[in-house]
């Protein structure tokens, strides 16, 4: 993973910005608003009845809880990635891959015994369940971050022992849930974008393309394509609050991005994904543009 320093630049309004810097500048603007606009305005849903999959038995110290792993072709699905790919994501610490969940309320149950107990239901998208059925990595990842999902949402400590129950789908009855139908803005990519007017440089680093989009209104995430590397060695990699810098080993990559976000430097991660060659980021922001 390549080193993660601290860089506080001193930008002023005076400088001059080039035409792909300022064209950067309105797209992430844009996109930053439609969000802010999402979030201040009653945001659009739809109504979704998620289908039965499988139960699992945990506690908390208010008592037993299961959790209902339900599918439904309304959930989006994560990126399609071969497990070892995954697996190797993970080693690295990789904080960009996601997978997306619908976690529902907690309702009232009782269990074979008759005795009180609380459920929750949390929905993945079918394709991905269907693939999940076959694979015991992917089951146990889900199970992972869903219950991990339920322990920040509800602020509920879950205790990490775990079983499926055998021949029970669910337990109690599984609600209809609500999910955002807005799909969030994405910034275009701009890694290698020239202006008509701007002359490609001939000779020096080059400059490696660039993938942005704003993964939540906290979080603006990135990825870099290096295709010339094989790992992070000789990467360095500079974050100040409004400021990406990168450079490559034998100055073979160079990268100076102003973004016009306020980026909380101490929370950023970066890992190097060695099979697709890029370098991937995830920033979280301290605030949004007004």
Same mark, same amino acid.
């Given at each position: 993973?390549?080193?993660?320093?601290?860089? &506080?630049?001193?930008?002023?309004?005076?400088?001059?910005?080039?035409?792909?810097?300022?064209?950067?500048?309105?797209?992430?603007?844009? #996109?930053?608003?439609?969000?802010?606009?999402?979030? !201040?305005?009653?945001?659009?849903?739809?109504?979704?009845?998620?289908?039965?999959?499988?139960?699992?038995?945990?506690?908390?110290?208010?008592?037993?809880?299961?959790?209902?792993?339900?599918?439904?072709?309304?959930?989006?699905?994560?990126? %399609?990635?071969?497990?070892?790919?995954?697996?190797?994501?993970?080693?690295?610490?990789?904080?960009?891959?996601?997978?997306?969940?619908? *976690?529902?309320?907690?309702?009232?149950?009782? %269990?074979?015994?008759?005795?009180?107990? !609380?459920?929750?239901?949390?929905?993945?998208?079918?394709?991905?369940?269907?693939?999940?059925?076959?694979?015991?990595?992917?089951?146990?990842?889900?199970?992972?971050?869903?219950?991990?999902?339920?322990?920040?949402?509800?602020?509920?400590?879950?205790?990490?022992?775990?079983?499926?129950?055998?021949?029970?789908?669910?337990?109690?009855?599984?609600?209809?849930?609500?999910?955002?139908?807005?799909?969030?803005?994405?910034?275009?990519?701009?890694?290698?974008?020239?202006?008509?007017? @701007?002359?490609?440089?001939?000779?020096?680093?080059?400059?490696?393309?660039?993938?942005?989009?704003?993964? #939540?209104?906290?979080?603006?995430?990135?990825?870099?394509?290096?295709?010339?590397?094989?790992?992070? *060695?000789?990467?360095?990699?500079?974050?100040?609050?409004?400021?990406?810098?990168?450079?490559?080993?034998?100055?073979?990559?160079?990268? %100076? #991005?102003?973004?016009?976000?306020?980026? @909380?430097?101490?929370?950023?991660?970066?890992?190097?994904?060695?099979?697709?060659?890029?370098?991937? &980021?995830?920033?979280?922001?301290?605030?949004?543009?007004?």
């Amino acid at each position: 993973m390549a080193d993660l320093k601290l860089l &506080v630049p001193e930008l002023n309004e005076a400088e001059t910005m080039s035409a792909e810097t300022a064209r950067f500048e309105e797209l992430l603007l844009q #996109a930053s608003k439609e969000l802010q606009q999402a979030q !201040t305005s009653r945001p659009e849903s739809t109504q979704i009845q998620p289908q039965p999959g499988f139960c699992i038995k945990t506690n908390s110290s208010e008592g037993k809880v299961f959790i209902n792993i339900c599918h439904s072709p309304s959930i989006p699905p994560p990126a %399609d990635l071969t497990e070892d790919e995954l697996l190797q994501m993970l080693e690295e610490d990789q904080a960009g891959f996601r997978i997306p969940m619908s *976690l529902g309320e907690p309702h009232a149950e009782m %269990d074979a015994k008759g005795q009180g107990c !609380t459920a929750y239901d949390v929905a993945v998208n079918s394709d991905f369940y269907r693939r999940m059925q076959n694979s015991d990595f992917l089951r146990e990842l889900v199970i992972t971050i869903a219950r991990e999902g339920l322990e920040d949402k509800y602020s509920l400590p879950l205790n990490p022992e775990w079983r499926i129950l055998k021949n029970r789908p669910f337990l109690g009855s599984i609600s209809q849930q609500n999910i955002r139908s807005q799909q969030r803005p994405r910034i275009q990519e701009l890694g290698n974008l020239y202006m008509p007017d @701007s002359p490609r440089p001939e000779k020096g680093p080059e400059k490696p393309h660039l993938n942005l989009w704003l993964e #939540a209104p906290d979080l603006l995430l990135a990825e870099i394509d290096l295709p010339k590397l094989e790992g992070a *060695l000789g990467l360095s990699l500079e974050i100040g609050e409004n400021r990406l810098v990168m450079g490559g080993p034998q100055q073979l990559y160079h990268l %100076d #991005a102003y973004i016009p976000l306020r980026i @909380s430097c101490d929370e950023s991660k970066a890992a190097f994904h060695q099979k697709r060659k890029q370098l991937m &980021v995830a920033m979280p922001l301290l605030s949004m543009p007004s």
